[in-house]
């Protein structure tokens, strides 16, 4: 597949100028975040952007309406609070890792040490910062909960060991050369590539790459799939961020929740251990809610390309379904829906779920459920 495009991912310090300003997104490697550098965040959103903090499907978290000085007075402060620890790496940190590793029985491995391990390494290697913003690393804690993300190298625990893999190739490894052949595999791609940002572009790329590594793969056995709904899950508590966009009452809370919280694929968020005063925010700590699973792109007046203010749709529609009384075929499977639904402004579905989802779609006049009538 040849690109014609720039990759053009945002970061802090090449912000996309959107309809609504400036748009900042800060990598946060494995979803960490302190409860000191929620609030740096928290506090920039308020005073340089619009208020909100927006969760991306990768992890990663996002603050828009910057004015024009905006990006500058961010980056010194992400930079004080060691969220910036290099400049030229900054858009190549796209490290996930699953959000309950080490809370839970599922977790076989605790894997978010290796995800810190694999960044420090990953900032070290001048190389690598020209990496694509698109590639990612994904450290699964043995529960397949990343497996729908399809990141290009991929370790996951196994019983004995972790299990390397790129592509539908797989080898067996040991925890402490994790970072090193990760990164040993990012670098055999950047040999490799023309102008391809993912290894799945690449012909024959995992096996070209593991022949690269010295490692003979195997064919990857087929990964566990398990979705993470709202709720205590071990000593962590999944919360669900309304279309994953946290208010400064939300976060405000969760700064003074746990001196750790980390933010999900999925735009919500784990506190491990005990919380209070989450509901009392809007914040959701069930499975049963009528937000579990729901997530929107920007759309008007934040994006150009919109033909909707799809989140205020959304959110209209779920506080109150008799405004659908009289709808299409559609309604019923988004309100209906037990999995997870995306809400987009246009074609490009902008942060669209990994693995089957409810495409419920702007059009000229109106929306499209997975192509019928709302
Ligand atoms: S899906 Fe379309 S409307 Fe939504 S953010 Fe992306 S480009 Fe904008």
């Known amino acids: 597949m040849a690109r014609t495009e720039v990759d053009r991912c945002p970061g802090v310090l090449s912000v996309h100028q959107a309809a609504d300003g400036g748009l900042a997104r800060v990598r946060l490697p494995g979803g960490r975040l302190t409860a000191e550098q929620l609030d740096v965040l928290r506090l920039a959103a308020a005073e340089l952007g619009d208020g909100r903090l927006e969760l991306t499907s990768r992890a990663n978290i996002q603050l828009r309406g910057l004015s024009a000085d905006g990006p500058q007075k961010l980056s010194d402060r992400l930079f004080s609070a060691g969220l910036l620890p290099s400049i030229a790496h900054e858009r190549v940190r796209n490290i996930l890792a699953s959000p309950l590793s080490g809370l839970d029985e599922q977790s076989l491995y605790d894997v978010l040490p290796v995800a810190t391990a694999l960044d420090e390494a990953l900032c070290s290697r001048s190389a690598l910062t020209e990496l694509p913003g698109r590639f990612l690393f994904a450290l699964d804690d043995g529960r397949g909960d990343l497996t729908d993300l399809h990141a290009d190298v991929v370790v996951r625990a196994v019983d004995g060991g972790a299990l390397l893999s790129i592509g539908d190739a797989a080898t067996q490894v040991d ?23 993912r290894i799945a572009e690449l012909t024959d790329g995992p096996l070209r790459i593991f022949q690269q590594l010295n490692l003979q793969p195997t064919e990857a056995p ?44 999925w735009r919500s968020v784990v506190v491990p251990g005990k919380a209070r005063g989450l509901e009392e925010v809007g914040l959701i700590t069930t499975p049963d809610s009528v937000w579990e699973g729901v997530t929107a792109c920007a759309g008007r007046p934040g994006c150009a390309k919109a033909l909707a203010d799809v989140r205020t749709d959304a959110a209209l529609l779920l506080a109150d379904p008799a405004r659908g009384a009289g709808g299409g075929p559609g309604l019923a499977r988004v309100l209906g829906a037990s999995g997870r639904v995306h809400w987009s402004g246009c074609e490009r579905r902008c942060g669209k779920p990994g693995g089957e989802f409810v495409d419920v779609l702007s059009v000229r006049d109106g929306y499209l459920v997975d192509g019928e009538r709302l």
Do not use: Y
């Open 222 to 265: 087929p990964p566990p799939s398990a979705r993470i709904t709202a709720g205590r899950h071990g000593s962590g508590l999944v919360v669900t961020v309304p279309l994953g966009s946290l208010t400064q009452p939300q976060a405000s809370v969760l700064t003074q929740t746990a001196p750790e919280i980390r933010i999900t694929p």
């Open 175 to 197: 925890w402490p050369a994790v970072p090193g052949l990760m990164l040993a595999a990012a670098e055999a791609f950047l040999g490799l590539r023309d102008r391809e940002w």
